[in-house]
């Protein structure tokens, strides 16, 4: 069975805070995608960033910066100098091999002014 | 089109009716998913096609709801004798093999009263 755990419910900070959002995934699968979506109040989920199974690197994308540790199964999301449009609920996604999606619950980041 | 429409974006129907979601997918992708997301919750894999056939309808909660893609593009998702339990969001994702993430429409909010 697949699952992912965003254990952080909701999340509240100040703008430009660094702000950490938690994913870890189970599978018995050893070829998967690791998936995070962002979903702002207009309801459309935008896609943030796809990796890999083999591929353990870790991506920075201007304030964005994502880490995958597989011996913690864990593909955690960091927003550095967090603004208010990065309110959103998040979402992170596990993909066996680019079939359907299985989504954690969602964490909701509020940045306050 | 450049992205996946969804029609109706709202629809209110009565306990025990009968209702069509369509979704237009971007063109050329031949997979195409449906997803539903009730309040709070993560979306949620309902059916996938690849071209006009359903390569995975392990998601379909029961025989009420089924699925069409009778020209391998634009599908229909439908639901026979509505349940307040139907009330949710319905997503609809598509993509191509060697795509980098699915690309999900707005969504179509489906209240049962």
């Known amino acids: 069975a697949q699952k992912v755990t965003q254990a952080q419910t909701e999340i509240s900070v100040v703008e430009k805070e660094d702000v950490t959002l938690d994913c870890v995934y189970e599978?018995?699968?050893?070829?998967?995608?690791l998936f995070w979506y962002k979903q702002p109040p207009s309801g459309e989920l935008v896609f943030l960033i796809r990796?890999?199974?083999?591929?353990?690197q870790n991506e920075i994308s201007g304030r964005y910066s994502w880490n995958f540790q597989k011996s913690t199964s864990s593909f955690n999301f960091t927003i550095t100098a967090s603004q208010v449009v990065d309110s959103a609920v998040y979402f992170c996604a596990l993909s066996p091999w680019s079939e359907k999606l299985v989504f954690g619950k969602g964490t909701k980041l509020t940045v306050n002014p | 089109g450049a992205g996946v429409s969804q029609t109706p974006s709202n629809k209110v129907t009565e306990k025990g009716k009968y209702v069509e979601l369509r979704c237009d997918p971007i063109s050329g992708h031949t997979a195409l998913y449906w997803y539903r997301q009730s309040l709070g919750q993560g979306p949620e894999f309902l059916i996938y096609f690849q071209g006009t056939g359903a390569a995975d309808d392990s998601g379909l909660p029961n025989d009420r709801f089924f699925a069409v893609r009778p020209e391998g593009s634009v599908s229909t998702l439908k639901i026979q004798r509505t349940e307040r339990g139907d009330s949710a969001v319905y997503l609809c994702?598509?993509?191509?093999?060697?795509?980098?993430?699915?690309?999900f429409g707005s969504g179509t909010r489906l209240t049962v009263v």
């Open positions: 990796r890999n199974s083999f591929d353990e």
């Open positions: 599978t018995r699968d050893t070829t998967y995608y």
């Open positions: 994702a598509s993509s191509n093999p060697g795509s980098y993430g699915y690309t």
